[in-house]
């Protein structure tokens, strides 16, 4: 089994930055995709971000990008999201999410297998 533990999560004013991360553990990682969702209450789960473990290829929602940034410490099975100008539509809870087979859907919820169980990021103006 897979476990993923999001943290970094709070309250940041509009232009702000905040680094989420996410902790996996359970085996080895090789071969998966890691991908960075949020849902905002009564909307429908959204990609954000996604990336490779072994090869580090991004791939990011056109609503973030330029904003946001994924990576990776392989290592440490930890993954991140550097979230800089930071918008109050942004606000939701975001979750990370582990694909045990590459595909080409990434930014398809339903394609991912394992899920954390969120952290809270709220940006006020």
């Known amino acids: 089994q897979v476990q993923l533990v999001e943290s970094g999560g709070g309250l940041v004013q509009a232009g702000g930055s905040l680094r989420l991360s996410c902790a996996a553990s359970g085996r080895t990682f090789s071969g998966y995709v890691m991908g960075w969702f949020r849902q905002a209450p009564g909307k429908e789960r959204e990609f954000l971000a996604a990336?490779?473990?072994?090869?580090?290829?991004?791939y990011y929602a056109d609503s973030v990008k330029g904003r946001f940034t994924i990576s990776r410490d392989n290592a440490k099975n930890t993954v991140y999201l550097q979230m800089n100008s930071l918008k109050p539509e942004d606000t939701a809870v975001y979750y990370c999410?582990?694909?045990?087979?590459?595909?080409?859907?990434?930014?398809?919820?339903?394609?991912?297998?394992?899920w954390g169980q969120g952290t809270q990021v709220t940006v006020s103006s």
């Open positions: 999410a582990a694909e045990e087979s590459e595909g080409s859907d990434y930014d398809l919820a339903a394609e991912y297998d394992y």
């Open positions: 990336i490779t473990w072994s090869g580090g290829s991004t």
